[in-house]
């Protein structure tokens, strides 16, 4: 999955494809390099990041939308609003990422069981104004915690309508969670596996990767991270998700296809 970020303001490229142009081109560039599927979002959910209007989402994402589906691209659409999602879907959006898990907007569910698509369920506790405060990052047990709030939302969701076969898991990496919850939770993805969904692992650029790079000139920027993001796909593939959301796609790619030919030969 290649994100296309039409924002002023994502924590990795927010702004490099703010212009519908550009993000259609990056789209196109994305879908040439071997994405599968292509996810646009017009709204940024960086930790402190404050909500958009939503006229101004719909602004973003959907001629960007339509315009790569025009192409043939198989596109996501990242949004939280139900009216986003149907706006999209209406564009040619064939998957609804929703990174609130339903929480956000109670109607998203229920259309997406009316529209038929395939919907992504995150693990999450809160907008981004406050999602890293102390009460929604406290955790006994991160993996336990993480899997039976995700088993909750997907009943609540297929409680709804949305085919359970429809329903696709992401463990939320960032998300109201630490450095340390987000390396548990990839050390521990046979746990989610077991539910099985398909698994999405979103870790591309995290600052949690950042931190780990650390060198005397603070966290690694970024645009620096695509490396150990490339060794994060290989790991999360090796360990049975379904798939993975990036920023470059390239490295990722091939990281797939180590971690398919190493299964293979077990």
Do not use: C
């Not at 339903?102 to 992504?120: C, H, I, N, S, T």
């Not at 309508?161 to 429809?166: E, I, K, M, R, T």
Request: net charge negative.
């Amino acid at each position: 999955m290649g994100v296309v970020n039409v924002t002023p303001d994502s924590f990795s490229d927010g702004g490099l494809w703010f212009d519908p142009g550009d993000a259609i081109a990056r789209g196109l560039a994305l879908l040439d390099e071997g994405a599968d599927l292509v996810d646009v979002g017009g709204e940024s959910t960086r930790p402190g990041a404050e909500r958009v209007p939503l006229d101004e989402e719909l602004r973003r994402v959907v001629p960007v939308v339509r315009e790569l589906t025009r192409a043939g691209a198989l596109v996501s659409v990242d949004t939280m609003r139900v009216e986003v999602a149907r706006a999209a879907v209406d564009a040619g959006a064939a998957v609804v990422n929703d990174v609130s898990g339903g929480l956000a907007d109670p109607a998203m569910a229920a259309f997406a069981a009316a529209a038929g698509v395939p919907v992504v369920v995150m693990h999450w506790r809160g907008h981004s104004r406050r999602m890293q405060d102390k009460d929604l990052t406290a955790y006994d047990d991160v993996v336990a915690e993480v899997r039976a709030e995700l088993v909750e939302r997907m009943d609540r969701v297929v409680a709804a309508g949305v085919d359970p076969d429809a329903v696709i898991l992401d463990p939320g990496l960032g998300f109201s969670k630490t450095a340390e919850h987000n390396w548990s939770l990839l050390a521990h993805l046979d746990a989610l596996v077991s539910l099985h969904r398909p698994l999405l692992v979103a870790a591309s650029r995290k600052a949690f990767l950042g931190r780990l790079l650390a060198d005397d000139q603070g966290l690694r920027a970024p645009r620096g991270r695509d490396d150990a993001t490339a060794a994060v796909t290989a790991l999360a593939a090796a360990a049975g998700a379904w798939g993975v959301r990036v920023h470059e796609v390239p490295a990722s790619r091939d990281a797939v296809r180590v971690a398919a030919a190493w299964q293979a030969a077990r």
